[in-house]
């Protein structure tokens, strides 16, 4: 009968002349994980600012209800009272939406910076990845070639 071959053997042969370094995976975890931490600080830090926002435009709207809810002497001083709370929240609007507008903006220049980094970083961690593998492969095919 005819016996069939073992190749677990050949295979094992195989991945032993070409070995593999972890430490490169570990690198780009490491980077990946430090990448997600930045970032996340980034989108804490802004979260917490557009709280604190949120936060003192409501405490100065329910400062200004308190003048409308009031009581008025005169009919004219409600419409008064309305007119003015509605130009200090048109006011209010505006500035609270530029202060949105300078915290996204922000996010945007940092989320910039740090993809920029990251890219930068990915590619030198590639190229010596790269070059270390050439390296260990023509190291491995020499000493297969010599045997």
Known sequence: MAKTNDFTKYVSEMMSAYP????AMNDAFKTSAALGE???????????????ISSKWTKDTIAKMGDVAAVKDEPTDYT???T??????????AENMAAFAEVAKKVQ???VELMMAAGKEASEEA????????????TAAKKATAK
């Open 20 to 23: 593999m370094d972890m430490s």
């Open 38 to 52: 930045r970032m996340s600080k980034v989108a804490l830090e802004a979260a917490e600012k557009s709280t604190e």
């Open 80 to 82: 008064k009272s309305l």
């Open 84 to 93: 003015d709370f509605a130009s200090a929240q048109a006011e209010m609007a």
């Open 109 to 111: 220049m940092e989320t």
């Open 127 to 138: 190229t010596a990845a790269v070059k270390k593998a050439t390296a260990d492969v023509t």
